[in-house]
């Protein structure tokens, strides 16, 4: 049972690529987030998901996409990468929201440097 | 205006000291969930402790417990008889169900920087 895993680990972009990150749990939640961590400002949400095929925005989703084709998956992905997203990248699941109280369980983060 | 605030950026004590860390929330709700979280300097975030709004008892766990009080909007955290192993970064976080329409996902307050010094 790996929980929440995240992919990759680390990466640095250039100014303008694009890239996408996974985050895949085992856990069979329904609910699937993704937040970012910046120094001083604790975790903001940026996207989430109530359930396969669903996606919605949260506090900061502006230059992010997202998908959850599958279950289990939940990407994030960036199309044009700037400087300001240089951040900590943390994907969460929960089994029927936070809505509903239940706590979140986090992945390791990813760290993504953009130059 | 914050929603979730932790007026403590870094705090730091002598081992076997206790500690309080504070946490002020804002919501308009009268259903809602506050979370507490620790992030070890490994960087994971670890579940601490969940509490309804309806639900006005502390609660201790261990050297840990909990004071929610409603009537000041705070939800405080006490580590008693600190030990080094317990230097990290705990956020305090809230679910509104109701005012963000439905919206889910937590707000998290910025963190407060526990160091205990042996």
Same mark, same amino acid.
Request: glycine content about 0%.
């Given at each position: 049972n790996a929980g929440v895993t995240q992919t990759p680990k680390f990466r640095v972009l250039k100014t303008g690529q694009s890239m996408t990150l996974l985050c895949a749990q085992?856990?069979?939640?329904?609910y699937m987030y993704w937040y970012r961590q910046d120094p001083g400002m604790g975790l903001r949400l940026i996207h989430y998901s109530v359930g396969e095929g669903t996606t919605a925005k949260g506090e900061v989703p502006d230059g992010y996409n997202v998908s959850?084709?599958?279950?289990q998956n939940f990407l994030l992905g960036l199309e044009s990468a700037a400087p300001s997203q240089t951040s900590v990248y943390f994907c969460a699941s929960s089994y029927s929201g936070t809505s509903a109280g239940e706590e979140q369980y986090f992945g390791p983060g990813t760290r993504l440097t953009v130059t | 205006a914050q929603k979730v605030t932790q007026a403590q950026t870094e705090i730091s004590v002598v081992e076997k000291e206790d500690v309080t860390l504070d946490c002020v929330y804002e919501t308009r709700d009268t259903t809602y969930y506050l979370f507490w979280y620790k992030q070890p300097p490994s960087g994971e975030l670890v579940f601490l402790i969940r509490r309804n709004s309806f639900d006005e008892q502390n609660e201790i766990s261990g050297r840990y417990s909990w004071n929610f009080q409603k009537s000041t909007s705070s939800f405080n955290f006490t580590i008693t008889a600190?030990? #080094? #192993?317990?230097s990290a970064v705990y956020f305090c976080a809230l679910s509104e169900p109701y005012s963000g329409g439905g919206a889910d996902g937590l707000t998290f307050g910025k963190g407060t920087h526990l160091i205990i010094q042996p």
């Open positions: 085992d856990m069979n939640h329904e959850r084709l599958k279950k | 600190s030990q #080094v #192993v317990d």
